[in-house]
């Protein structure tokens, strides 16, 4: 009884400091950031997408590690699952789980229009919400459906890895030319005065190359759980 | 300023969704019922994240909080349920008169409808190795529950599941009822042994 108490007493003095620290929330609001990247945003990175300018150019640092992470948490799903590189789709006298009709008309209609709202939305990470991490995971969307389609579909994993190491590899490369171009690490590689209409190359590049490693990423970890059971 | 207040109320309408739906989710004993409302969740997520003005982050949530997440969960249930055979008697032991018939069919069907599990067969030999020995089994490329085989010396058919899993007491019960039927257990390969 004494620890309900407790609870409900650390409950309450959380629920009056979160009331407590609303009021500092507002000095939060009137930060000076918000209005550099108002004013400097497009100039600077050729996005007008704020948020892929902050993602993709001021703070590319913390964007790579994202990637990375995801890397790495497909290496860890791999290997836990113990999923064989051979494939081998073993023939099973009674197989129930077939996919609704329903589900498989749909998918097929919805597949071709999910590919392509995945295209539009990393190649236009610079002008309409989105980028490269929402855009493939739309695509990783569109890719997993073919499964339920077909059930029977193979996959070859370790083509799969091998092609996310070097979209990876191309993600840090790609980030890294300004080092030449600027003198200066992770940021755009055209010069500070450079039109905004070429700043966009950079930002497209590194927009497709991202949805690459998050699609193919997404989809080695769905294939890896898709044999964990068989 | 009506258009605001309309918005407003949306907001909070959405709020007070996001709680009920948490709650069901948590007294739902049903998977595929589960599945809906985290799918339910996510969607009530997003609508809030476009009122708050952050489409960038609602997007992300419809894709893989609705998509990817509940087509793995659906796969994983799935999976989850199977009773997976391996099949190596070869005769009338499953199959007879070109049907599901068999004595030791009608068995695993009453074992698995007990527990409500889905039976599968599968008669690939090469699914699993016996290189360490007659009780020592390595299946690597399925996960296999039970391996079905033939004594000629004894004349019975031998029904081997893996020694850890606590079903096998109730299949050797059930068995009891057939004369040439004998349950066994073999070990696993452990984890990264």
Redesign the interface.
């Known amino acids: 009884m004494s620890r309900k108490i407790i609870l409900v007493a650390a409950l309450g003095i959380l629920f009056v400091m979160f009331f407590l620290s609303m009021e500092e929330m507002e000095d939060l609001f009137k930060n000076d950031a918000k209005l550099y990247f108002f004013e400097h945003g497009l100039d600077d990175t050729g996005s007008s997408?704020l948020?892929?300018a902050i993602l993709l150019d001021y703070r590319l640092f913390d964007s790579l590690f994202e990637a990375g992470i995801l890397l790495v948490a497909v290496s860890g799903v791999i290997w836990i699952s113990?999923h064989?590189f051979e494939e081998?789709n073993?023939?099973?006298?009674?197989?129930?789980?077939k996919t609704p009709e329903l589900f498989v008309t749909l998918s097929r209609f919805v597949f071709p229009l999910l590919l392509m709202l995945g295209f539009f939305?990393i190649l236009n990470g610079h002008l309409t919400?989105?980028?490269g991490?929402?855009g493939g995971?739309?695509v990783?969307?569109a890719i997993?459906?073919l499964y339920?389609i077909n059930l029977e579909r193979k996959t070859d994993i370790s083509l799969i890895v091998a092609v996310v190491k070097f979209a990876y590899l191309g993600i840090v490369l790609t980030a890294s030319i300004s080092l030449i171009t600027r003198g200066e690490i992770f940021t755009n590689f055209m010069a500070v005065d450079a039109p905004t209409m070429s700043k966009y190359i950079y930002i497209i590049a590194l927009d497709i190359l991202i949805g690459i490693n998050v699609a193919l990423c997404?989809w080695a970890?769905?294939t890896a759980?898709?044999k964990?059971?068989? | 300023m009506n258009d605001l207040m309309w918005i407003d109320i949306i907001a909070y309408v959405l709020q007070f969704m996001l709680i009920a739906i948490a709650v069901v989710v948590v007294l739902q004993k049903n998977n595929s019922t589960i599945v809906l409302l985290v799918v339910a969740f996510s969607l009530v997520v997003s609508g809030l994240y476009v009122i708050n003005h952050a489409?960038?982050v609602?997007?992300?949530e419809v894709?893989?909080g609705a998509?990817?997440i509940p087509?793995?969960y659906v796969?994983?249930i799935?999976?989850?349920r199977?009773f997976?055979v391996l099949d190596r008697a070869m005769d009338d032991f499953?199959i007879s008169n070109n049907d599901?018939t068999g004595i030791g069919y009608v068995l695993l069907k009453r074992f698995t409808d007990y527990y409500h599990l889905?039976?599968?067969?599968?008669?690939?030999p090469?699914?699993c190795s016996w290189e360490a020995g007659p009780d020592k089994v390595i299946c690597?490329?399925?996960?296999v529950d039970l391996i079905v085989s033939r004594d000629e010396e004894k004349g019975v058919y031998q029904l081997k599941g893996k020694e850890s899993s606590l079903l096998m007491t109730k299949l050797a019960q059930m068995a009891e009822d057939y004369d040439d039927i004998e349950v066994h257990t073999f070990t696993e390969r452990g984890f990264g042994e």
Do not use: W
Not at chain 2, 140 to 143: A, R, S, V, Y
């Open positions: 997408n948020i892929t113990r064989d081998r073993a023939h099973f006298m009674l197989d129930k789980y939305i919400p989105g980028g991490f929402q995971a739309v990783a969307t997993l459906l339920y997404l970890i769905f759980f898709l964990e059971g068989r | 489409p960038d609602a997007i992300a894709a893989i998509a990817i087509l793995i796969i994983s799935s999976r989850q199977e997976i499953i599901f889905e039976l599968n067969i599968c008669n690939d090469g699914l690597e490329k399925t996960n």
